[in-house]
């Protein structure tokens, strides 16, 4: 397998509504940046990649065809990549792909969604001719799941409040994040509505506009501070089957695993520095955190509780902010690979985490049921 | 590149209505078929393409995997493009030489709505969706512009739909007539007999590399080149008589270094022939769409991943050598990928 390197990486500022731009201006927005930082421009790509959430988002069908011309596709492969909200995460792998395979040198990877030209919650919950809807949205959806880890680990109710003051904090030091919110602490997450019992307002991500996209590079092409691919994995399981554990899937559980084997890591919580993993209701951190093997199970809400995945923790995650602070659907995954690798680049700015070396990128989607994680570092693996 | 090859081919037997078959239920049987055929029952990677839009609800994907008994969890992806695609992403990922095996499905319902209008919502959503350019409007933009016999056109209607008729998995559709009647317009210049049957359907193809695709099969389809290429989504920035990125993708892939026994080719229309065969660059003796090709069943998303498959059966049968199949996407071939497969 060829080694594969991010060398660009490029994002949106993330904002309810990007009025100023038209769906192919805010992509190519995303694109530019990551060819600067990279150093190049379009004539050095040899092949895209495009990843986003479900075309009813924007009611675009298939829009890499749109596309095409204002990401300077024209003459070149161009692929569009849809695995519900893990996306993000597949698109990067999609484009890694590529340079592994030995096909191309150069990939350009690009996410997004322009939720303002669209009502995600809608889109979420049409139902297929067969089946039932319950019209309620991802929310609903993962809700249920969340009281089950409660009930089982015995969290006590306070763990999601703190992770959704954490991560906003942390969106305060990112220039790009939508959420930034002064002066939040515990006391106004808790004072926002129930939604979906026990996701409170300020415990959800917002819906965002934005775009994120990276370049891609073989091993002999890099040009500026590569990080370097140390392993890639995607897993599936079913949405119904019975027995299906949706606290904590297996699906999740075989993907860190497959992707810890390919970059040596034996123990994640000493071994990576700083994770970017999808937590789109807050809770979903100390569920993750277990089924990611940075603890055991029943003890994810202890590491959150002790302050670990703050910025200045030992495991800090999600020290961009998280989905919590920026959701453009498509882009959430993306989002999370690219920081990853700006935090082994040493090129996040205010929310850098010290002497980063090894990063995971992490996505989930479907019901809890799709999962795409990397993990770049900073030397050649 | 590592030799990698196309070793098993399943598809539905397509339907110009809905059965009432539920995409899973029309995935399932053609996954069984390749499961049996090659004996295996667990792959290194599984790659799918489908459309939303056809079923109009999100995701629909998500309720595919419930056909592939994805349990334990399995390496897989999803591409928003016809199943050809899912074929490119699964042959890349082989190259990495880490696994051998790939299966690589394709579906589609087209009979649960109006192809015609849906398709509208793939062109810019500002400028162009709004004025209503519709799949046959656009699709006969391009026959002008091709400004083909009229007399060429019928006889590849024709030829398709005869061939269709001896395809078991095809339609059986009526002969084009030879009247200049306006009422046989769908949009002139196309007559109702050039567009293609709306049609549901499915497809399956396994592929493996290195010993494995000799192990699993006696003739392995090996996939000697396979490139795509998209061009300008702005049809005033085509030329459309001319396909660039067929003739591009062709090039890349190798498909003038040697006979092309076969080439069965993704067009709907029966211009998008003569342009596709002027691209490619294929000899007059090449045999065009022996299966009936779309013209004869449609299967959007499947339509594609079907023509390497018919490509492949070719070689799998021991009846060809050398054969190409194609598959396109976007209004008027804006995106075209070319495979070259050898016995």
Redesign the interface.
């Known amino acids: 397998m060829n080694r594969c390197a991010v060398i660009g990486v490029g994002q949106t500022h993330y904002t309810t509504k990007r009025r100023d731009v038209s769906i192919a201006g805010l992509v190519r927005e995303a694109a530019l940046r990551a060819l600067e930082d990279a150093g190049l421009t379009f004539k050095d790509i040899d092949a895209v990649v495009i990843g986003k959430a479900p075309d009813l988002f924007e009611g675009v069908m298939m829009p890499e065809a749109y596309l095409a011309d204002a990401l300077g596709a024209a003459g070149k492969p161009m692929m569009r990549v849809h695995t519900a909200g893990s996306v993000g995460g597949s698109t990067a792998l999609v484009g890694a792909s590529l340079i592994q395979g030995g096909v191309h040198d150069r990939v350009l990877v690009v996410a997004f969604e322009k939720q303002s030209e669209s009502n995600a919650t809608w889109a979420l919950s049409t139902h297929l001719p067969f089946n039932a809807s319950l019209v309620v949205g991802a929310g609903g959806y993962f809700a249920p799941h969340i009281r089950e880890y409660m009930r089982r680990s015995g969290a006590p109710g306070h763990i999601g409040t703190l992770v959704a003051v954490k991560d906003r904090l942390n969106a305060l030091k990112n220039p790009y994040a939508h959420l930034k919110i002064p002066g939040i602490d515990q006391k106004m997450v808790e004072s926002t509505p129930m939604l979906w019992e026990p996701i409170r307002y300020l415990e959800t991500c917002p819906s965002s506009d934005g775009a994120c996209a990276m370049v891609l590079s073989s091993e002999s092409k890099v040009t500026g501070t590569p990080a370097w691919v140390h392993g890639t994995a995607m897993r599936s399981e079913p949405i119904f089957r019975a027995a299906r554990d949706t606290v904590s899937p297996q699906a999740g559980k075989d993907c860190a695993a497959d992707v810890y084997r390919q970059a040596g890591i034996a123990d994640p919580r000493r071994q990576i520095d700083v994770a970017e993993t999808y937590v789109p209701f807050s809770w979903y951190e100390p569920m993750w955190l277990e089924n990611l093997g940075f603890a055991a199970d029943g003890e994810g809400w202890k590491l959150t509780e002790s302050g670990a995945t703050a910025l200045d923790g030992d495991i800090p995650w999600n020290a961009s902010g998280g989905v919590l602070s920026s959701n453009p659907i498509g882009a959430s995954g993306l989002i999370r690979f690219a920081e990853a690798a700006l935090q082994v680049r040493g090129l996040a700015g205010e929310h850098q985490v010290d002497g980063a070396r090894m990063a995971l990128g992490h996505a989930y989607g479907g019901g809890a049921q799709f999962f795409a994680m990397w993990i770049v570092g900073r030397e050649r693996p | ?1 590592r030799d990698v090859a196309i070793v098993a081919f399943a598809q539905t037997q397509h339907t110009d209505h809905d059965t009432g078959a ?1 995409e899973p239920e029309l995935i399932l049987p053609v996954i069984n078929e390749v499961k049996e055929r090659t004996g295996l029952k667990r792959f290194g990677f ?1 790659c799918s393409g489908s ?3 056809l ?9 595919a ?2 056909a ?14 016809d199943g050809a ?1 899912a074929l ?2 699964a042959w ?7 696994i051998d095996s790939a299966l690589v499905y394709g579906f589609g319902k087209s009979s ?1 709505g109006d192809l015609r209008t ?2 509208t ?6 400028y162009l ?1 709004p004025l209503g350019l519709d799949l046959l409007s656009y699709a006969a933009l391009q026959a002008g512009a091709v400004g083909a016999d009229r007399k060429e056109l019928d006889e590849i209607v024709r030829r398709s739909r005869a061939d269709g008729r001896s395809n078991p998995y095809a339609l059986d559709l009526p002969d084009p007539d030879d009247s200049e009647d306006s009422d046989g317009f769908a949009v002139q210049p196309l007559k109702k007999t050039d567009v293609p049957p709306i049609t549901d359907g499915a497809a399956a193809i396994v592929l493996a590399a290195g010993d494995l695709a000799r192990e699993l099969c006696s003739n392995p389809a090996y996939i000697r080149g396979i ?8 049809l005033g ?1 085509r030329d459309l008589a001319l396909s ?2 067929a003739a ?1 993708a062709a090039r890349a892939a190798g498909v003038g270094k040697g006979p092309v026994e076969v080439a069965e080719l993704h067009a709907q229309f029966p211009h998008e022939e003569i342009v596709l065969r002027r691209a490619l660059e294929l000899p007059g003796d090449t045999v065009i769409n022996p299966s009936g090709g779309p013209l004869a069943a449609n299967p959007v998303m499947a339509t594609g991943l079907i023509r390497i498959g018919e490509a492949a059966r070719r070689i799998l049968d021991g009846d060809a050598s050398r054969t190409v199949g194609h598959a396109a ?3 008027c071939l ?2 075209n990928l070319v495979t070259v497969l050898e016995a």
């Open positions: 590149m539920t599984t459309c939303d839009y079923a109009g609800a999100p995701f629909s994907f998500v309720s995997l419930d592939l008994a994805a349990w334990p969890p399995i390496s897989e992806s999803h591409v928003e493009m695609w490119y992403e890349v990922r082989l190259q990495h030489g880490d649960l849906i398709m919502i793939q062109l810019d959503p500002y969706a490139a795509h290429r998209i061009e300008p989504h702005y920035m660039a990125s591009d996407g976007g209004p804006q995106h």
